[in-house]
């Protein structure tokens, strides 16, 4: 699996969904009429500092595996990488996976991946982390790095945020976020702007459960997968792996 820095791409070279989904990120980034809500992710964008991964078929157990290479590499690589630095995962979406799955199919292809992808670290959870999502401090690791994770699908139509024609993931670095929180009076105008301009992006009214990690009534995982309404999960379905994660390594 390769790590790819968009101004390096040959995009000739690239097979027909690769391009497609790479030229529609690039659309969605550069739109200066229809801004996208998050600014580090266009901070990224524009100095190049996002890394970008193309995968199979998300439903195929293998792509969990090459998402596992893609991060690991990443991980190894990111803090050289520039101070807004993500990365950008693309999978390949058929269009029988586009037409036949619905939001909450996407939701639970989500934390799927995810548990297999925590299986598949060679690296053992952080000790400052608690391995379980119900206490407020808890965030997806890999690797030994803390990752705030974002997941685009087709299947979104509201929450025009969360929408993209291909499944898509943008993994963000939790030191890359506390560069944008070093200054409180500088973190408090960047989150005051991302929901303004949330507002005017979705149809519907910003999600509640986005909060700000840390604060003792957050969990990072409600924010990971938004649903197309104002409804979030009961349970974190990451907590399936936490008595097996304890069993093992307490």
């Known amino acids: 699996m390769e790590l790819l820095t968009r101004d390096l791409i040959n995009k000739d070279k690239l097979p ?36 970008y991964g193309f995968i199979g078929d998300p439903r ?14 990443y991980t190894l690589n990111s803090r050289n990488l520039g101070k807004y630095t993500s990365l950008i995962v693309f999978f390949d979406t058929p269009q029988d996976l586009s037409n036949s799955y619905n939001v909450e199919d996407f939701e639970k ?25 119900t206490q407020p401090a808890w965030e997806f690791c890999f690797h030994g790095e803390q990752y705030f994770m974002y997941c685009a699908t087709p299947a ?11 499944y898509m993931l943008a993994i963000t670095p939790r ?46 995982w409600k924010q990971y997968f938004l649903r197309d309404d104002n409804s979030t999960l009961s349970h974190c379905p990451f907590h399936k792996f936490i008595s097996v994660f304890k069993k093992d390594h307490v």
């Open 175 to 220: 030191w890359v976020l506390e560069g944008f929180h070093s200054s409180p009076s500088l973190s408090k105008k960047i989150k005051s702007n991302i929901r303004k301009r949330l507002s005017k992006y979705d149809s519907i009214s910003v999600h509640t459960e986005l909060k700000s990690y840390g604060q003792e009534d957050n969990f990072e």
């Open 60 to 73: 195929d157990d293998i792509s969990s595996e090459e998402l596992a290479k893609l991060l690991s590499a």
């Open 156 to 166: 979104h139509k509201n929450r025009l945020s969360r929408s993209f024609p291909y």
């Open 16 to 51: 027909f969904w690769k391009r497609d989904a790479l030229e529609k990120f690039e659309a969605k980034m550069m739109d200066k009429e229809k801004k996208f809500p998050c600014i580090p992710a266009i901070q990224g964008f524009s100095l190049h500092h996002l890394k």
């Open 109 to 133: 292809l989500f934390w799927k991946q995810l548990n297999k992808l925590t299986k598949l670290d060679s690296i053992e959870w952080p000790n400052h982390i608690p391995p379980d999502p």
